[in-house]
């Protein structure tokens, strides 16, 4: 059984930073795809970063150029460097793992994958 543990997040002003991190010690990080996804209140999940096990990463076009996916496969841990902070980007933030052999590219193969338990970002301004 796969299990995420993720932390931090928080409460933060706009155009300020956050680092969110995904651990899981059960997994090697190089034979799964791995990635963040958001929910704000009323809204649908949506994929933020997600990187194919061979190392390609993609980034939904709202965050380009201010998050950043760190994969540390000595660690075992997922980070998601968040820059340039905006209201827009509060959410509950959940990162996802799955099996390279399920792995298609991009976000939709994550879906049907493993979760981490949520951790909340909350800009304000």
């Known amino acids: 059984q796969v299990q995420l543990v993720q932390s931090g997040g928080g409460s933060v002003q706009s155009g300020g930073s956050l680092t969110l991190s995904c651990s899981a010690s059960?997994?090697?990080?190089?034979?799964?795809?791995m990635g963040w996804f958001r929910q704000s209140p009323g809204k649908e999940r949506e994929g933020v970063a997600v990187?194919?096990?061979?190392?390609?990463?993609t980034y939904a076009d709202s965050v380009k150029g201010r998050f950043t996916l760190f994969r540390d496969s000595g660690k075992n841990i997922l980070s998601l460097q968040m820059n340039n902070l905006n209201i827009d980007d509060t959410a509950m933030y959940y990162c996802?793992?799955?099996?390279?052999?399920?792995?298609?590219?991009?976000?939709?193969?994550?879906?049907?994958?493993?979760w981490g338990q949520g951790t909340q970002v909350t800009v304000s301004s």
């Open positions: 990187i194919e096990w061979y190392g390609a990463i």
């Open positions: 059960e997994i090697i990080f190089s034979s799964y795809c």
């Open positions: 996802a793992v799955r099996n390279r052999a399920h792995c298609s590219g991009g976000f939709g193969p994550l879906r049907d994958g493993h």
